[in-house]
């Protein structure tokens, strides 16, 4: 897919045109119809939480499920307080962020390094593009125990096996992403007989940015992943082991309340490459 | 709201994009094109930046092969040099070994069909899910709109916590981690698949609708077929999130049988041989698949070629 392509293709339809069309409604809003189409979306989205938190309490009033598996409602809250506040709580957190923080940066790094240095040289790069995308297929929890065996029970192992997890998302779209120059500023650059270095540089890296972020949006994912089951292989400290310690003391509340903290985490981490990508690729428009 | 919307749109295109490499970074030389027609030589060596007489297949096959057969003679000299503990790193005969050995304890195929079936139920069960829910929220985007922020938190949920509160739900047999495969994999089918479906452009779309095509038809003759190459992605990484959640899901439950759980006893008991044997295997399945998904893939979406660009 080329960037000359992507300009040319027509536009999608956005959400409230393509209702519309569908549907076949060709009418003139009226006033109080426009508002109602503006705002519903946000009042049904809004809504939908606490309809979900009243089924919740629904199916323990008329007791559905077993309160193993969905605990009281107040009681998975009291059980989110509890949780943060008991001891060694930061020392979990701590290693389990330093373990997704240090696996993203080495595979970052790597992935970086070895798609910026394959994709300058194209011999190579059509030689081992076909192996590296062999080996993205392998699962890499199936290391995982392996990993432990040989680094042990502690945080280097963890980060190894995030920096695998998170290798080839950055590896892939970091090639991918040098490769995806507009035509008519390469033909430019070399006119004016830019060396292969300042292409490289000023123009591959600069349209690659975009793709590049778009690989470590999912990397943090997949260091996440993999520090975490990495923890359920064998850990001596971490969330994922506090989960493991909770599910063998048949905890749900507390169970619940990891998984909320593990979604925060996700969420916060995502937030956070957004952020960094606003400010670094700022030339970009907002989607 | 459509932030959010945006968001997942980028970030289901840009997990596609593994697609596009392999046809624009194995392009042969000489068949580079410029607006539509092959580029002449000095085009190609403005544009391409390459001699026009570029790296012969040949040539470039001697170095992938070189490149293995390099990395084999490092594993083996690495345990034999004294380097590494042979115990962590046995070399690759001892894996062969390893591997035969297996099969002649008629260990393995008993431990395949079993990791081999949960994949299989939690791949059809959660592609489904996954393919039936992005049908809704591409087609409806009243649906999409309400529920994009839910999903966007859902997405950036590391799905593997789950597994511990599942195994807890359904058990030490097949079903937990079939539960398991299920709600790992049908997320990136049913955001590839939602996400697809949202891409058809806006003028065949009114053509369609002013030559009265019904809601059925806009969806089978306009928008599947954008989808398609899209979705097919979505396949691919549903079937590795498969064997990661059948795995996951057996190397945490105790006792209980599948490669994973092999894996697993074999690194306890450092069997190096054995533990290197049954991931290698199990490497060469996960490879094959996604070979077999490439190759329906080329099958059912013939046209794709024609998008492909070169650079």
């Known amino acids: 897919m080329t960037a000359t392509l992507d300009s040319d293709r027509a536009r999608s339809l956005t959400p409230e045109e393509e209702q519309r069309l569908v549907a076949g409604d060709t009418e003139k809003d009226s006033r109080g119809r426009a508002v109602v189409r503006r705002w519903l979306p946000t009042v049904v989205t809004v809504a939908i939480a606490p309809l979900l938190i009243g089924l919740w309490l629904l199916a323990r009033e008329l007791d559905l499920v077993h309160p193993i598996l969905l605990p009281e409602f107040t009681d998975a809250i009291n059980a989110l307080r509890e949780v943060v506040t008991a001891d060694g709580f930061t020392m979990h957190l701590n290693r389990t962020l330093s373990e997704i923080g240090l696996g993203f940066l080495l595979g970052g790094v790597v992935g970086l390094a070895l798609g910026i240095g394959l994709s300058s040289f194209p011999t190579l790069r059509r030689a081992y593009f076909p192996l590296l995308a062999g080996f993205e297929a392998i699962p890499g929890i199936v290391l995982a125990p392996v990993v432990i065996t040989w680094l042990g029970f502690g945080l280097s192992g963890k980060v190894v096996q995030g920096a695998i997890a998170c290798f080839f998302p950055v590896f892939v779209t970091t090639l991918v992403g040098l490769s995806m120059v507009s035509e008519n500023e390469l033909k430019l650059m070399r006119i004016m007989k830019a060396s292969s270095w300042t292409v490289m540089r000023e123009l591959r890296i600069r349209s690659a940015l975009p793709a590049i972020f778009g690989g470590l949006k999912i990397a943090i994912t997949m260091a996440t992943i993999g520090a975490i089951v990495s923890e359920f292989v064998g850990s001596d400290a971490g969330l994922g082991y506090l989960l493991l310690r909770y599910k063998a003391g048949y905890d749900t509340s507390a169970m619940f309340a990891l998984i909320f903290i593990f979604g925060v985490i996700g969420v916060l981490s995502f937030l956070l490459l957004e952020f960094l990508e606003r400010k670094i690729v700022f030339w970009r428009k907002p989607s | ?311």
């Open chain 2, 1 to 311: 709201m459509s932030g959010a919307d945006g968001i997942i749109r980028e970030v289901a295109t840009v997990t596609a994009w593994p697609e596009t490499p392999l046809q624009a970074v194995t392009q042969d030389p000489g068949t580079a094109k410029v607006a539509g027609r092959p580029m002449d030589e000095l085009e190609e060596k403005l544009l391409v930046g390459a001699p026009a007489r570029g790296p012969r297949r040949s040539k470039v096959l001697a170095i992938s092969l070189g490149t293995c057969l390099g990395l084999l003679f490092l594993w083996w000299l690495l345990p034999n040099a004294g380097l590494v503990n042979p115990l962590l790193l046995p070399d690759p005969f001892d894996v062969a070994e390893g591997f035969g050995k297996l099969l002649a304890a008629d260990v393995l195929l008993h431990h395949l069909s079993v990791t081999m079936t949960e994949i299989a139920y939690g791949f059809a069960i959660g592609g489904t899910i996954g393919f039936l829910l992005g049908t809704i929220l591409g087609t409806i985007p009243f649906v999409r709109r309400v529920l994009s922020p839910y999903i966007l938190a859902l997405q950036s949920l590391p799905k593997v916590v789950l597994a511990p509160l599942i195994i807890g739900a359904l058990g030490f047999g097949i079903e937990s981690k079939v539960a398991t495969a299920v709600a790992i994999c049908f997320f990136p089918l049913m955001i590839n698949t939602m996400v697809g479906l949202t891409l058809a452009a806006a003028e065949p779309m009114k053509l369609m609708r002013s030559l009265g095509a019904s809601r059925l038809q806009i969806y089978t003759k306009l928008r599947l077929p954008v989808a398609a190459p899209l979705i097919m992605v979505g396949f691919k990484h549903s079937v590795l999130l498969a064997f990661t959640g059948a795995l996951v899901a057996e190397i945490l439950v105790g006792s209980s049988e599948g490669l994973g759980r092999l894996i697993a006893i074999y690194n306890q008991q450092i069997l190096m041989d054995l533990a290197f044997a049954v991931v290698v295997f199990l490497a060469a399945i996960a490879v094959t698949a996604v070979m077999l998904l490439d190759y329906l893939d080329r099958k059912i979406i013939f046209w794709r070629e024609d998008k492909a660009g070169v650079k």
